[in-house]
């Protein structure tokens, strides 16, 4: 009698370990393997930003802000599996750069980060005649109008749907699992009490 108590408490011991020994694979994301450039590094000019991840990736959002939070990046990105490319538009004069990227995993669940990089020893860019006509003001205010116009708050909407979609179904089954498991713990102590004379 003094036994079953001790078996209810070994089986949901089995159990949990079965069930979180599994779940341990399922839990590590997708991750970013390598970028160009890489975080940290100097260079003198950058024409792409190319980010590899660990697996295929979807829906991307690459920024690359400069001083003063201007942003150079050129277009949309572009995906091709595990990596993501991003133009950049015009040369990047001297300076400190964060590539600010979001992405959505194979495994549904959003990865998103920074990486700091420097420009040093780039060339001056000579301005050209159209551009000296269209920049009255000063040149610093032709930068905001380089950049590309960011994704549009309906795209950024749905990403934020969609990872928020995909990660509430991990807390649900985890959720589920120690429910199941506190259940059958609590069955084998009644059962075990109602065996004693």
Known sequence: MNRSPLAALSAILAAALLVFGTAAPALAHDTLKSSNPAKGAEVESVDEIRLEFSAKVRMPFVIVRGEGDAQHQSGEPEVDGAVVT?????????????????????????????????????????????EEAASAPPPASAAPSASAPTPSGSEVAATDQASAEQGATFPVWLIIVIGALVGIGIGFLLSARKKRP
């Open 86 to 130: 991003q133009a950049v538009g015009g040369p990047l004069p001297d300076g400190k750069y964060t590539i600010a990227y979001r992405v959505v995993s194979s495994d549904g669940h959003p990865i998103e980060g920074e990486i700091p990089f420097r420009v040093k020893g780039a060339p001056s860019p000579e301005p050209s005649a159209s």
